[in-house]
């Protein structure tokens, strides 16, 4: 099975920040990856699917790059809003396993 | 709006069964793969269970395979999850999801672009 690591767990920032979260895949998944938001007692939400391409409706300020085993989530201009967890998700192959989650806080 | 909404949560001892229903609206459900996804109070997403538009492939995690069976109807845009042998590590809110492209292999997939609001499942004795 595919596993998936998110770095970090926990990140502070402040608004108007850049941020930048990784996803790493224990073996390449190709561009089969997924980046989800999630506020408290809330669903997740789909940002961007595969590896790069933007969701309908979510801001242009996320952003995803990377193929094979590393990938990263950018937000170039923190947000109020954005405060969140965020879960990266390989879907290159079942089980279709997520990374254990980065919470972003205010700083 | 699209929209999916869980029931058939709730309490139940370890061992036994309680099976979950999924409804759809406001886009044609035959057409999507259908995915169930769990979260443990306080924990990360954990992918359960994935089945194909029409029912012929289903795939499953490790942690529910042999206890935990998916299936759809179709003609009344439901998905279901079948729950047996329950144990207090399958305690979570339990969310139903859409996959994002029509009518395609599942394997691999383009994510879950619409989430039910998710019901609780509560494995105790």
């Known amino acids: 099975d595919i596993q998936m690591t998110q770095s970090p767990s926990s990140l502070s920032a402040s608004v108007g920040d850049r941020v930048t979260i990784t996803c790493r895949a224990s073996?390449?998944?190709?561009?089969?990856l997924n980046w989800y938001q999630q506020k408290p007692g809330k669903a997740p939400k789909l940002l961007i699917y595969?590896?790069?391409s933007l969701q309908s409706g979510v801001p242009s300020r996320f952003s995803g790059s990377g193929s094979g085993t590393d990938f990263t989530l950018t937000i170039s201009s923190l947000q109020p809003e954005d405060f969140a967890t965020y879960y990266c998700q390989q879907s290159h192959s079942t089980p279709f396993a997520f990374g254990q989650g980065t919470r972003l806080e205010i700083k | 709006q699209v929209q999916l909404v869980e029931s058939g949560g709730g309490v139940v001892q370890p061992g036994r069964s309680l099976r979950l229903s999924c409804a759809a609206s406001q886009f044609t459900f035959s057409n999507y793969a259908m995915h169930w996804v769990r979260q443990a109070p306080g924990k990360g997403l954990e992918w359960v269970a994935l089945i194909s538009y029409d029912g012929s492939n289903k795939y499953y995690a490790d942690s529910v395979k042999g206890r935990f069976t998916i299936s759809r109807d179709n003609s009344k845009n439901t998905l279901h999850l079948q729950m047996n042998s329950l144990r207090a590590e399958d305690t979570a809110v339990y969310y139903c999801?859409?996959?994002?492209?029509?009518?395609?292999?599942?394997?691999?997939?383009?994510?879950?672009?619409?989430w039910g609001q998710g019901t609780t499942v509560t494995v105790s004795s």
């Open positions: 073996q390449s998944i190709s561009s089969y």
């Open positions: 999801a859409k996959e994002k492209f029509a009518m395609r292999l599942v394997v691999p997939g383009y994510g879950m672009d619409v």
């Open positions: 595969p590896a790069s």
